[in-house]
């Protein structure tokens, strides 16, 4: 791996620069570049519902499919369920004043379809319980200057509509979604005006019908998750297009969708096969919901090779769902920004997946992923910090789709352990590099209007329960009340948003120190077991465990969690580099 990487570098060094206004062959992954983001660019945080609310069964919500798909054992690790979670229901104050001591002008959450329509369906039956939590939602927001980014779907689908349809595998979840975001037009448009229809729709796909990892967990195999993106497709332009006939001129609102996208680079930059299958993996990745949304079809490579592998297995139509011409004009342009979220990169090689061994997704793009062994990788497993990927995918996104207006959605790293260090330097090496990236990538000409930190609590991290962790804000789980902490990376994104970027050299040294000394004394209040930012301890009068430490071993194969003194806390080995 280290060899071909090696190549790869040269190569990269000794390529002369042919592309347009991003030079694709240089490499300057080791440099830092100082200065500021435009004015009026916005820095949030966010979260969603599943993964924060809690308050699974109260006023009236409904179930989800994350709520029944929690509940079975053997789905999530250690059986965790999102039944309490952050508590985020019950804490808008408290979590409100989070945000506005970090001077955040924008908060990313999501509504959970199930809390406003119970059964999924418009015409049975409105929660207007749910519909008030929203509400106060928002306008507990603007009272305090941050501005509501709203996802209608993050996941979690209404059981009841996966038990009657089989959710994303039918074509009547499109009428039934369009319905739900009507509502959300008509109940909070008037104050929001920032629309995200789904949320990583590759996720939904892949992982709910492919996969199975996630809900409803379903293994579907080369076919589940190509339906269920059809679908999502559809139903994304179909709320695009009701808001824009409907809504548009008195609300002004603008409606996206928000895309995950790892970066896939070729491992051998002078190996035409590598090249393509690297294109492959992202078109594959983002362009399967991009390519439709701003050119009105799917990729041609996804047509080429799923089309051909189906034809090799004797189908008689590709496993890829076929637009129609009306379609295709329907679906195209529907998107007013395009919400990215990105975390990782991987390195690309071609690889040969004869069809006759069965087909999924994954085989259908005939490459293999690889990763630097040098990359840091101080979370979950899946998630390297290479930050230089970041602006490739940005400028790639700039050139496919004609530079569009783009908001990041999501960014960030989380840790393994359970047994947190506050002192994060790890995330704050992170967010430093990934969001200097970010900036490269404004000066290269990328239209990027903001960037949300993900996520401002710790969560429930859907299969993994709560043993990643994301947060800027440390949330104790073992106690009821989920006291929030705050974690050194706190104090440094409140340097980068108050310096618009960053200045200079002299500047950034400072901030960390400062974070440093901030998060010193969370950890002794994290290991007293006081917060001094929830407001509603006693009233929810929690239990406190004098255990403040867990760390998830692996031991052959069986993974258990051991209790542990704060400072007994085995500190994970990070070989990021002091810049
Ligand atoms: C993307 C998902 O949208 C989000 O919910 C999750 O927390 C992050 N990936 C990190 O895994």
Known sequence: MSMLRTCHLLVLMLCVSAIEDFDWTKNDHGSFYYGVFPTGFSWGAGGSAYQTEGAWNVDGKGMSIWDAFAHKKGKIFLNDTGDFSCEGYHKVKDDISLMKDMNLKHYRFSISWPRILPTGIKNENINEKGIRYYDDLINKLLENKITPIVTLYHWDLPQILEEKYRGWQNASMVNLFNDFANLCFERFGNRVRHWITFNNPWSIAVEGYETGEHAPGLKLRGVGAYKAAHHIIKAHAKVW???????????????????????????????????????????????????????????????????????????????????????????????????????????????????????????????????????????????????????????????????????????????????????????????????????????????????????????????????????????????????????????????????????????????????????????????????????????????????????????????????????????????????
């Not at 401002?456 to 789980?477: H, I, T």
């Not at 031991?555 to 990070?574: A, H, M, N």
């Open 241 to 579: 297009h009701t808001y824009d006939t409907q809504w548009r001129n008195k609300q002004k609102g603008l409606v996206g969708i928000s895309l995950s996208g790892d970066w896939g680079e070729p491992v051998d930059i002078s190996n035409q096969r590598d090249i393509e299958a690297a294109e492959r993996y992202v078109q594959f990745y983002m362009g399967w919901f991009a390519t439709p949304l701003f050119n009105g079809d799917y990729p041609q490579v996804m047509k080429d090779y799923i089309g051909r592998k189906s034809a090799q297995q004797g189908l008689g139509a590709s496993r890829l769902p076929v637009f129609t011409a009306q379609e295709k004009s329907y679906i195209r342009g529907t998107c007013d920004f395009l919400g990215i979220g990105h975390f990782t990169t991987r390195y690309i090689t071609q690889k040969n997946y004869p069809s006759g061994r069965g087909n999924s997704y994954f085989t259908d793009r005939d490459l293999a992923e690889l990763v630097d062994p040098r990359w840091p990788d101080p979370g979950s497993e899946w998630l390297y910090s290479v930050p230089w990927g970041f602006r490739r995918l940005l400028n790639f996104v700039k050139k496919q789709y004609g530079n569009p207006m783009i908001y990041v959605t999501e960014n960030g790293v989380s840790e393994k352990m359970m047994c947190t260090d506050l002192c994060d330097d790890w995330r704050m090496q992170y967010f430093k590099d990934y969001i200097n990236e970010m900036l490269k990538a404004i000066k290269d000409g990328v239209n990027i209007k903001a960037y949300t930190a993900w996520s401002l609590l710790d969560k429930f991290e859907w299969d993994e329960g709560y043993s990643e962790r994301f947060g800027l804000y440390y949330v104790d789980f073992r106690d009821k009340n989920k006291p929030r902490y705050p974690k050194a990376s706190v104090q440094y994104y409140k340097s980068i948003i108050s310096s618009n970027g960053f200045p200079n050299q002299r500047e950034l040294e400072s901030w960390k120190g400062k974070a440093i000394e901030t998060c010193s004394s969370s950890n002794q209040l994290l290991a007293a077991g006081k917060s001094n930012t929830s407001h509603y301890s006693e009233e929810l009068g929690g239990a406190k465990t004098k255990t403040n430490c867990y760390f998830i071993q692996s031991l052959t194969g069986i993974l258990f969690v051991l209790p542990l003194q704060l400072e007994d806390c085995p500190r994970k080995i990070r070989n990021l580099q002091e810049s």
